[in-house]
């Protein structure tokens, strides 16, 4: 790293902006970012971007070879091809200017234009302005060489096809020059940008299936990720160039040790579930037996607890590795049944805003359950009314489940939703105490979808709401 020396003693500081600050010691310049706007202008996909980088070198190749070609071939031709005729056209002018008479002159006018290659008429009509087309640009060198070679000239008309009309002034009236336009410029000097340019866009387009083919494995991999980080383990076969073999190897190996992993912790928590549920049966058979004392009620209860406590560690440990089908759900159908299941275990939850027709989506059915129902179960907990609705936006469904319980300031949202945090303080604890375990479940099932899980004020009901975005 390189500093920058320090200031001499005998060194003035460099003075402040006016009305500025005054700042001590070394400000050193910092690189300037790259402008906001070029960001969104930029292709995003892997597709565009590559295509960008192959058209953007072919384009300006283009413009530099055009400019080139239009410059020695368009201007450059074009004036050595108009002097070499204007020799020869000044030739027959100083004649007829010598002429002793008019139809001497015109006689010479007529002689001379067989060998010159040129048609004369003297005199005759001229055209007496310049005309020349808008795309016409080896016409205006024409037009610049011929006056500034030739003296008298009254006009060059270049709007005929292939044919050019000289005026010029002579002593016996106005004469007209009319030869070919080829002897002035380069034939058909068009046709090599054209066939340039026809063949930049072939060989872009060839470079381009090439490079498409060797893109796709990526975009597979890509996909396979994705769809894996949903909770969807996909076909995935490595293919293309030998890096992208390599990290595709590299993620069916990730992908198949965390398979492993969570086929291994179903097994644990299905051993851990019948051990410990065991003794606990055992122990409500024998409190069964005993009288019912103060005791032996409470001793119930903290086993009733201790299972409800169980019950919830399991099934945030579980997560969702006993739902691994993903399927095809209807939002608004699955989330007025599960509605309609609250209401009948007696909770009041109504539906609010649902969409007349909403596209399908592809989850987990049970999971997605499960999770709205702890949201739901929170808001029954904390509040008297829970609404449950739906948005149907463009890239995600929103299950909206609102109460009008105390809510959580906004300071405590992300508190909220980790594993085991109880926010006393902030939610009513008269209904019963949970374990911090439903929001943390309900955002643990919103990440397997690709989604989240966001925390705001119900401005209808006062209190919590729990918007949970699943992707489709």
Not at 208 to 213: A, G, K, Q, S, V
Not at 378 to 395: F, H, I, K, Q
Not at 401 to 417: F, H, Q
Not at 425 to 447: E, H, M, T, W
């Amino acid at each position: 790293m390189t500093s920058l020396p320090a200031p001499s003693p005998n060194e003035n500081p460099p003075s402040p902006a006016p009305g500025g600050p005054r700042r001590r010691g070394i400000v050193r310049a910092l690189p300037r970012s790259r402008p906001v706007w070029i960001k969104r202008w930029l292709p995003r996909g892997l597709y565009g971007r590559s295509l960008l980088i192959l058209a953007v070198p072919v384009i300006a190749l283009q413009i530099v070879i055009t400019a080139m070609v239009v410059q020695r071939l368009y201007e450059d031709v074009t004036d050595q091809m108009t002097r070499s005729l204007v020799s020869g056209l000044a030739s027959i002018l100083s004649d007829v200017e010598g002429s002793a008479d008019a139809l001497t002159a015109a006689r010479a006018a007529g002689d001379l234009s067989e060998a010159a290659g040129v048609s004369l008429l003297l005199p005759a009509e001229t055209p007496t302005r310049d005309q020349v087309e808008a795309t016409d640009i080896s016409g205006r060198t024409v037009i610049s060489t011929l006056r500034a070679q030739l003296e008298g000239v009254r006009g060059v008309d270049l709007s005929r096809d292939r044919l050019v009309r000289l005026g010029l002034d002579t002593k016996w009236g106005p004469m007209l020059v009319e030869f070919d336009r080829r002897r002035v410029s380069a034939s058909n000097p068009h046709q090599l940008i054209v066939l340039m340019a026809i063949t930049g866009v072939l060989m872009t387009g060839i470079a381009f299936i090439f490079l498409r083919n060797q893109l796709k494995p990526i975009k597979r991999l890509a996909q396979a990720a994705e769809d894996f980080g949903r909770g969807r383990s996909t076909p995935y076969r490595p293919s293309g160039a030998s890096e992208v073999r390599s990290a595709g190897a590299a993620f069916l190996d990730m992908r198949a040790r965390l398979e492993r992993q969570m086929e291994q912790r179903t097994m644990m928590l299905s051993g851990v579930s019948h051990d410990l549920r065991t003794p606990l049966t055992r122990m409500k058979l024998e409190l069964a037996m005993l009288p019912e004392e103060e005791e032996t009620l409470a001793m119930a209860r903290d086993i009733t607890e201790m299972e409800r406590l169980i019950d919830a560690f399991l099934a945030f440990a579980r997560g969702d590795a006993q739902d691994s089908e993903v399927e095809v759900l209807e939002p608004v159908a699955f989330l007025t049944a599960l509605q309609a299941r609250a209401e009948r275990a007696g909770q009041p939850v109504t539906l609010g805003d649902m969409p007349a027709v909403a596209g399908s989506l592809k989850a987990r059915p049970g999971a997605l359950g499960r999770a709205i129902d702890n949201l739901v179960g929170n808001g029954v907990r904390y509040g008297n009314c829970v609404e449950v609705s739906l948005t149907d936006g463009d890239g995600a469904v929103v299950f909206s489940v609102e109460d009008d319980g105390p809510g959580i300031p906004r300071e405590r949202r992300d508190e909220a939703l980790r594993p085991f945090a109880r926010l006393d303080p902030a939610r009513n604890q008269d209904r019963g105490s949970g374990v911090g375990l439903g929001l943390a479940i309900a955002a643990d099932v919103a990440r397997s979808h690709g989604g989240t899980l966001r925390l705001g004020e119900s401005e209808r009901l006062g209190g919590l709401k729990a918007d949970l975005i699943i992707p489709r």
